[in-house]
């Protein structure tokens, strides 16, 4: 055999050798992902964000589940304006009435503390029962239009901006995760209280509102959209509700894991990508971070290397990859570097973006392989990435603040 024959075996050999580790890389993301979006248990300790009763009844129908009946009793007959009560739940309250404790309170104040206990006996039963939710419903994987599906996702989340008097109290998600893109609609009025320090107000600030406003309300009134197209439903969301209106104003975000059970309204599938439109009934932050690739605006310049000099300014920060210094660069638009996390912890893995694709040399519409049947929706695929191993840990407050996380890895030996 001659040297040129023997150097393309070993060459061929090399590159299938290469594929093989991507494609397995890729279907094990593939899976990890799909279980991080099916880890939903509304588990204890953990105070619900969002919680609306408009569709409780018809979530017991589809689910066939009797409701957790609140102990709590009205007694204004005997005690006046008193409630003498015992409930039994384990959520955190807005409003509290320790047991066999009698408070005196106006009408109004009754009907808020009958509210907060009828919701907490809503939230148990919704908790006491997800184990049938997941057995008989169905994840947001395979979510359809006019049913239920539970989630835990990665989402902004925050009130849109009062711009005009047709969008008054109007609360919105929005999130990308694996090969879904997710628009939930709410009512303001029934987000509950958070601490404001660790997390401060969050609002989506649009220039202007393109599109059939009158679609928000709708949402936040948990009516039917069907006097509208799915065109126009899904313009309104797509149009206005991305990263870039999240708080153009702060330099905030309010990104998180959260536990979700959703109405869903509207669906769209394009380019592999799986567009829903839902209203949400329950929302649970999660306690930890999920599985995923997690962007944490580490910068690669030169070749993965940038010199300490004068060109760089005190406030930069630096982390030490191998030999070379990266430089943290907090714009949008930096995709250079995405890290592992599997179960909060770093696996040593990173997606690093090709030197090529710094030059401008990638081409604006990659083709994946045919093997790969579920992309992600995470634009930063219109670069290549290699995988590489580092031996640092990135600091676990920047993984806190990551707002940018692929689910699905999918590296240069996947692409055409």
């Known amino acids: 055999m001659c040297i040129l024959q023997n150097w393309k075996l070993i060459k061929n050999w090399k590159l299938k050798k290469s594929y093989k580790k991507s494609y397995n890389m890729y279907l094990e993301s593939k899976q990890k992902s799909k279980a991080a979006i099916e880890n ?9 964000l969002y919680f609306s009763d408009r569709r409780f009844n018809n979530f017991l129908d589809t689910f066939s589940i009797s409701p957790v009946i609140s102990s709590i009793v009205e007694d204004s007959k005997s005690n006046g304006n008193s409630i003498t009560g015992e409930v039994k739940v384990d959520v955190k309250k807005i409003v509290r009435a320790g047991a066999g404790m009698e408070i005196n309170h106006s009408d109004s104040e009754n009907n808020k503390i009958t509210k907060s206990h009828r919701e907490d006996s809503y939230i148990t039963t919704i908790k006491n ?20 599906f539970y989630a835990n996702l990665p989402v902004f989340h925050g009130r849109l901006t009062d711009l005009t008097n047709q969008v008054k109290d109007v609360y919105l998600w929005y999130g990308e995760y694996r090969n879904i893109k997710l628009y939930l609609c709410g009512n303001a009025n029934n987000v509950f209280s958070e601490d404001k320090d660790e997390h401060p ?6 220039s202007t509102i393109t599109g059939q406003k009158d679609i928000f309300q709708h949402l936040i009134n948990e009516e039917n959209t069907g006097n509208y197209n799915n065109k126009e439903v899904f313009e309104l969301f797509e149009y206005n509700i991305h990263q870039s209106v999240m708080n153009r104003t702060k330099s905030i975000s309010s990104y998180r894991w959260q536990e979700m059970l959703v109405y869903c309204t509207n669906i769209k599938e394009e380019n592999g990508i799986k567009k829903i439109i839902g209203i949400p009934l ?26 300490n000099d004068n060109t760089i300014n ?8 191998d030999q070379g210094k990266f430089k943290i660069n907090e714009d949008i638009n930096n995709k250079d570097a995405f890290f592992e996390f599997d179960n909060g912890n770093f696996t040593g893995k990173v997606l690093l973006i090709e030197r090529d694709t710094l030059q401008n040399l990638s081409p604006d519409n990659i083709i994946f392989s045919d093997r790969i049947d579920t992309i992600d929706a995470n634009n930063a695929y219109k670069n290549r990435y290699t995988i590489e191993k580092v031996q640092q840990i990135p600091s676990s407050k920047m993984v806190k603040n990551c707002c940018d996380i692929i689910g699905i890895c999918i590296d240069k030996n996947l692409l055409k």
């Open 40 to 48: 939903v248990s509304f588990s204890d300790g953990m105070a619900p």
């Open 129 to 148: 029962n997800i184990e049938r939710i997941k057995s008989k419903g169905c994840s947001i994987l395979d979510a359809t239009e006019n049913n239920f």
């Open 201 to 206: 107000n969050t609002e989506w600030d649009p």
């Open 282 to 307: 329950l929302i649970i932050p999660s306690k930890g971070f999920g599985y995923g690739w997690y962007n944490l605006k580490y910068k690669r310049l030169n070749e993965g290397k940038i010199k």
């Open 314 to 321: 005190n406030k930069d920060a630096f982390f030490e990859l």
